[in-house]
Each structure stands twice: as C-alpha cells, then as structure tokens.
C-alpha cells in the first residue's frame, strides 16, 4: 500500500501513514469545517490497511487542539485500531501533550480511558515525532 499523507493546514492535522513501516502520525490541530469529509478518505485507507492484517501499528498523535466533531472521528479510528487490537495486532499509541497544558491532557485521557491496547501519555518535552 502506498503511504497515506495529508499535509498540515491551520484546520487540520498531518496525516502521515506509512503502510510499510505501520507508523500512523496525526499532528497538529484538528477543527475542520466538516470533520467527517475530512477524515473519510483516512477512514477508508485504514480499513483497506487493516484488511491486510499487519502485524504491528504505531500511532504518534500530537494534537493540541481538537474540536468536537474532529474528537468524535478520532474516537472512530481508535474502535477500529481496537478491533484489529482484539483480533491479534499489535497495536501502540504514544500520545504526546504539552504537560502544561490541562485541556490537552484531559484529552488524551479521556481517549485513553475507551481503549484496551497500550496507550502513554509522553510530554512533548521527552519526545517529539
């Protein structure tokens, strides 16, 4: 499969999937007009990629801000990154937050808090991808 790359704007995220490595990247900000459209294409590619059954998948997420519709998008590619989870792949997300800021970390908590597969909450400091 070819990576899946969609660059940076001030509404929404990098999204760099490289198929060949497993390695998800999600940076940025994330408040698009219309969330889903955005995320369909994305939606898609990962259910082809998943189909494929691979046998590991890193997530890295750097999102310091994230709109309400755009959270609800991101919680559908966690079910289906805890699906795949569930029927055998190996699957880790490292979330990286500035620690200062509580809203950014309350975030990434409360994604943590609906998923089984290993999940950390990294201060952007440690590490930044």
Do not use: H
């Not at 995220?13 to 969330?35: C, H, M, R, V, W």
């Not at 800021?101 to 400091?125: M, Q, R, Y």
Request: aromatic share 14%; with cysteine.
């Amino acid at each position: 499969m070819e990576t899946l790359i969609f660059q940076a704007t001030k509404a929404t995220p990098l999204i760099d999937f490289d198929a060949d490595k497993g390695i998800l990247t999600l940076k940025g900000q994330s408040y698009p007009e219309n969330a889903f459209k955005f995320y369909d294409p994305v939606f898609s590619w990962i259910d082809s990629y998943l189909a494929t059954y691979p046998p590991q998948i890193q997530i890295n997420m750097r999102l310091s801000y994230v709109n309400t519709s755009s959270s609800k998008c991101i919680m559908m590619l966690l079910e289906n990154f805890e699906k795949a989870f569930k029927q055998g792949v190996s699957i880790e997300l490292n979330w990286y937050c500035d620690m200062e800021n509580e809203s950014e970390v309350e975030c990434a908590e409360e994604f943590k808090e609906d998923i089984s597969f290993p999940f950390e909450i990294i201060s952007e400091i440690e590490k930044n991808p």
